[in-house]
């Protein structure tokens, strides 16, 4: 599977939002990372499905969305509707898992499942056959530029181990730059989405190239 650099729209810069995607874009960069926050399941408040629709007509790259919501469920159908093509999910949240999975594919998206540093891989033992996408958080979400959990790496292995043959993307999100990115991809991450090292420096484009090359797609 091709390793990936996903930019974090969470660290861009909102007033030129559309000069920020095209900065990664004209880079190579095709798929963009939106992290919804609800401001209860974490401390912290982003946005919703109509700056979904905003980004969806800016941009033709791919659109994967994180919902850090306590009610995920409600909200599937207004994001895919809204032009999100993976729907993340997190297993924290979801009392049923397996239906809202479901519920994603269902509303045209592809279904994903997020975990938390803290959260085994276990439980999403059972309903691997139902998901398109793993998200290990290498950070407690909720905010930008953390530093990353080192004891993850050995969570990122694990879960390589538990996807097996199946075909599961599987992606790390926290904390992720030139110095994290190489032994989590040795660990087995396959996307890796990053925003601050990204949107946080003086040229996103460069510093999108310099994590790719880096993970070694760009050669």
Do not use: W
Not at 117 to 124: A, L, S
Not at 161 to 186: F, H, K, W, Y
Request: charged share 20%; proline share 6%; with cysteine.
């Amino acid at each position: 599977m091709k390793k990936k650099v996903i930019p974090s729209l969470l660290s861009a810069d909102f007033s030129k939002l559309a000069q920020e995607i095209k900065s990664v874009e004209s880079q190579g960069a095709d798929c963009l990372h939106l992290d919804v926050m609800d401001g209860h399941f974490v401390p912290n408040l982003t946005f919703g499905p109509m700056i979904v629709e905003a980004v969806r007509r800016i941009t033709d790259s791919y659109l994967e969305a994180h919902l850090m919501m306590e009610n995920p469920s409600d909200f599937i159908p207004r994001f895919a509707d809204a032009g999100v093509n993976t729907i993340m999910i997190q297993q924290e949240t979801c009392p049923h898992l397996h239906m809202d999975l479901e519920r994603i594919r269902d509303a045209g998206a592809r279904p994903g499942v997020v975990l938390n540093p803290g959260t085994p891989i276990e439980t999403i033992a059972e309903v691997l056959p139902y998901i398109d996408q793993i998200l290990i958080m290498t950070v407690n979400p909720g905010f930008g530029g953390q530093s990353f959990i080192e004891s993850m790496l050995d969570k990122i292995s694990r879960t390589k181990q538990m996807i097996g043959n199946r075909d599961i993307i599987l992606e790390i999100d926290g904390g992720v730059d030139l110095t994290t990115i190489e032994p989590a991809r040795d660990a087995g991450a396959d996307y890796f989405v990053v925003g601050s090292s990204i949107f946080g420096e003086s040229d996103p484009g460069q510093s999108y190239t310099e994590l790719s090359q880096k993970l070694g797609r760009i050669a």
